[in-house]
């Protein structure tokens, strides 16, 4: 069995994407599955087309998308993905779509078909500062991932597939004292977690726990 992670270049000024440092610290195979990394640019369209074109050659079991979300302190499993394109900031090839649908024969959202309670239990269960998200954006992030599950959706309904958020790293925070950060021995220590649950909850049912929110 195989899971394809991807991760994203850095981007909005950053030197580093801590997504991309923590994906490539990982071992190439946790428990039965082989990991393939895949890094993807910061860019509408192309990193979805690399990312399909991906599973089109290694045909993986699962995919999860990892991504830098500056500002938040936790682990975030992403619940949904929505089928618009809205930039506030330029990809690093300078396209800034707004309200572009990405497909007009998509449905509205997409959920994330990985176990992403399980996924927060787990961590919180080690200690790791989890938490569910209801908005993936409307950047490359919520793109890419509403690109993969629209893929899964019309051409490989057995492809497990969703997003996860990571917060900054320390060195990224030096001059914005006011953001949290996660060391990334801390990052690769979740996402292997992250990967063992999907391995666990392959043929399971995700829990049934409280992890919405009110806002």
Same mark, same amino acid.
């Given at each position: 069995m195989k899971i394809l992670l991807t991760a994203f270049t850095p981007f909005d000024g950053e030197s580093i994407n801590p997504a991309l440092e923590a994906m490539k610290l990982l071992p190439d195979k946790i428990g039965n599955l082989q990991v393939l990394k895949l890094e993807v640019p910061t860019v509408f369209g192309?990193?979805? +087309?690399?990312? !399909?074109?991906?599973? #089109?050659?290694?045909?993986?079991? @699962? *995919?999860?998308?990892?991504?830098?979300?500056?500002? /938040?302190?936790?682990?975030?499993? #992403? /619940?949904?993905?929505? %089928? !618009? $394109?809205?930039? +506030?900031?330029?990809? %690093?090839?300078? %396209?800034?779509? *707004? $309200?572009?649908? !990405? &497909? =007009?024969?998509?449905?509205?959202?997409? @959920?994330?078909?990985?176990?992403?309670?399980?996924?927060?239990? #787990? =961590?919180?269960?080690? %200690?790791i500062p989890a938490a569910i998200s209801n908005t993936a954006g409307t950047f490359v992030c919520n793109h !890419?991932?509403?690109?993969? =599950?629209? &893929?899964?959706?019309?051409?490989?309904?057995?492809l497990k597939a969703g997003f996860i958020h990571v917060p900054f790293l320390p060195e990224q925070v030096k001059d914005k004292n006011q953001f949290p950060s996660m060391e990334l021995e801390e990052m690769v220590h979740a996402l292997t977690l992250c990967v063992e649950t999907v391995i666990e909850y392959q043929d399971k049912e995700d829990l049934k726990t409280i992890g919405g929110a009110i806002h």
């Open positions: 192309k990193s979805a +087309r690399l990312v !399909i074109e991906t599973i #089109e050659q290694e045909k993986p079991d @699962f *995919v999860l998308s990892i991504g830098q979300a500056g500002g /938040r302190a936790e682990i975030t499993p #992403e /619940r949904i993905a929505i %089928n !618009i $394109d809205d930039a +506030r900031i330029p990809d %690093n090839e300078g %396209n800034q779509p *707004v $309200d572009q649908p !990405i &497909y =007009l024969d998509g449905e509205n959202a997409y @959920f994330s078909t990985l176990p992403i309670k399980a996924l927060v239990a #787990e =961590l919180t269960k080690n %200690n !890419i991932m509403y690109q993969v =599950l629209y &893929y899964a959706s019309k051409n490989y309904p057995t």
